[in-house]
Structures are given as C-alpha cells and as structure tokens.
C-alpha cells in the first residue's frame, strides 16, 4: 500500500505540472491579448476555427441537397487562374439553384467583434453548351447577413466583412443569387480574421450556484458573487486571470500552498505570498475592505476548463472549484489561523469559486 500511494502521488504530480497545459493556457491568454489589440492593420487570426478552411481536405463544409459532384475536394483545372490554382471544395448540380446556400460552414467559438473573411472562390456554368465555361448570373461569398459578390469563372479572390455577437455562430460560405445560372461552384482558402473586438459578454458568477455559469471560452465582464472576509484567509479560485493591479485592489493578502505537513491529527500548510491570481489555482486570500461581497472586473477572459487540483504530499488533495460542490469524503477544514486544517467529522461541503482540502486514506501517507 505505501508503494502505490508513493505511485499515485507522482502520478498527480506529474499530471498537475504538465508542460502542455500550461504552454497551451499560455497561448490563449497570448491570443487573447492580440485579439484586443485586433484593427485592420494588425487583424487577429481566427482561420484556425473553421475546419478544413483550405478546402484540402474532405470535412467541415456543407452543401445543399440538390449537389451532384462525385466528389468533395477536387482540383479542377478550368477553375484556375492567377491568384490560385489548387484545390477546392466543389459542387455542381443539374440544373443553376437560386436564391439559397451552396456551400456553407458554422463557426463556432468566435469571441465577439468585427471579422473579416477571405477566400478564393468561383462560379461557372457546366451544363448549358451555350454559356459553358462562363459566369452567368449572381453567386455571393457570404459571412452571416453580409456578402459580397463572386464574379469570376475562374478563382478569385473575394472579401467579406461582417459582426459576431458574443455566443452566437458565424455561418460562411457561398450562396446562389436569385438570377444565378453557374452550376459548378467551388470555395478554398478561406482565412477568417478579427479586425476589431467587439462588446463584452456579460457574465454573472455566484458562489451558491452548482453551474460555473459560462460554458465556453467567453470575453466578459464579470460580477463574481462571493462573501470575502477581512479578518481571516478563505478560499479562491476563479476562471480568469487577475494582474497584480487588480489582485491589489480586492485583495490585501494573498497566498498559495507550496507544501503541507502532517501535526498529528491536524494538517500544516506551508504558505507563499504571491501579487496576483492565475485562472483555475486555488489562493487563500483575505479582502481589503470590510464586507466584500461582490467583484466587479471588466474585459476578461473567462475559462471554465476545470479549476486544478494540486497534490501537495502525504496524500493530501486541493483541489479549486468553479460552483458549490456537495458530498465531499475525506475532507479537512481551514481553521481561522488560515494554516491549520483539521479533519471534518462528515461529509462537506465547498461554496463555488473557492477550494477544498482532501487526504486519501491508505495505510501509509509517509
């Protein structure tokens, strides 16, 4: 038993310091600062959030019910043309379709603003042995209500503004005007850019809840509901980050625990001050006001991926959490002195934002 509890608490050390985690955690909040700053001179790339936006591949694309291509991604010759000439995600039909999408994506997972979409895109007639090869009629490159005009038989290269609200689906693709007459249509290339952050989401988070209360990677501002005391340390944890500045604002003490030591029946934690809180970690932390009950922190980035849980040694567990948690088995409770924590006598129980403490029972935590 003592050989497999050593085991498991290696193996949650490793698995709660991998380099990959927080590489990945790093590049969102990289992202998002660029996603910010996002104008029309420095556009923030979000092409990574359509699927097969180059038209390579054979997934990610719809097409209307009426489609006859033996295929999905093709490269036909007839299409190219200066500006491209490759592969692209086609579709033809027996007879010219109006009025309706011919090829169209829904993308998801959009932080709100103003987007700008590119692609490489054609529209000819194939059946008609009078107009073949030619373009006749209207065919759009559109991105939600806005749209912009395909007006080449062979690739060209189109752009289309238009706005993301917070939460919602941007559907991109090509649509069929209401005196089109090309049969043989084709999309590749596409690159989808933000050249402006839009509004905040405005997001309510409460300690009392059982749902975090965001779903997704979301732009918000926050209201976080939480009882903070001013004379003794208690728990946080949060989904987004706080700088030192505002770390400051709300809070005058901050600690996180670096270890933990056994007194008996009782747990010692061993604290480090730190200026200011990262996304998912569980802090002690003590209010810089009397009767903080509520914080207000604008043009964050929320992340509800669940909060971290840290092996700190002997079998001991803390672990943060993002909404009130019931039933918790092997617990141990803080004590007033913000160090001490003592074995609760039944289950318990921890508020939403805040952190609990747990140690495995085996026969040998040494």
């Known amino acids: 038993m003592k050989l497999k509890s050593m085991m498991i608490s290696v193996m949650l050390a490793v698995l709660g310091s991998m380099p990959g985690r927080e590489a990945q955690a790093q590049e969102t909040e990289e992202n998002f600062d660029l996603y910010l700053e996002a104008s029309e001179e420095r556009p923030f790339d979000a092409t990574d959030k359509v699927e097969n936006a180059n038209g390579t591949g054979n997934t990610g694309w719809n097409r209307h019910s ?43 997972g959009l932080w709100p603003g103003r987007y700008k979409v590119t692609a490489y895109a054609t ?95 979301t732009y918000a501002d926050v209201v976080l509901s939480k009882a903070v005391p001013e004379t003794r340390l208690t728990w946080f944890c949060i989904p987004f980050n706080l700088d030192a500045a505002r770390t400051s604002n709300w809070f005058k003490e901050v600690k996180e625990v670096v270890s933990v030591g056994k007194d008996g029946e009782k747990l010692r934690l061993e604290l480090q001050d730190v200026s ?58 803080l004590q007033d002195d913000g160090q001490t924590a003592i074995k609760a006598d039944s289950y318990t129980k921890a508020k939403g934002f805040s952190a609990y403490l747990t140690m495995k029972e085996t026969e040998n935590h040494e």
């Open 66 to 108: 009426a489609d006859a291509a033996a295929g999905y991604n093709k490269h036909n010759p007839e299409f190219d043309s200066d500006v491209y000439s490759g592969t692209g995600i086609e579709s033809w039909y027996w007879t010219p379709l109006q009025n309706c999408e011919l090829i169209w994506q829904d993308v998801k």
């Open 276 to 333: 200011q809180i990262s996304r998912g970690k569980p802090y002690l932390v003590k209010a810089r006001e009397t009767g903080l009950a509520m914080i207000n922190v604008a043009d964050v980035f929320v992340n509800p991926e669940s909060p971290q849980s840290l092996d700190l040694g002997h079998g001991v567990t803390l672990t943060g959490t993002y909404r009130r948690t019931e039933g918790i088995s092997g617990s141990y409770v």
């Open 123 to 217: 529209g000819q007639v194939y059946n008609d042995a009078a107009t073949k090869g030619e373009h006749v009629g209207s065919l759009w490159l559109f991105a939600g209500d806005q749209r912009a005009e395909i007006t080449s038989a062979t690739w060209q290269e189109v752009e289309v503004t238009c706005e993301v609200v917070a939460g919602s689906t941007l559907r991109i693709g090509i649509a069929a005007g209401t005196d089109n007459a090309n049969d043989w249509v084709s999309i590749a290339g596409v690159r989808l850019e933000c050249i402006g952050a839009g509004e905040p989401e405005k997001v309510a988070l409460n300690e009392n809840y059982d749902v975090c209360g965001v779903t997704a990677e």
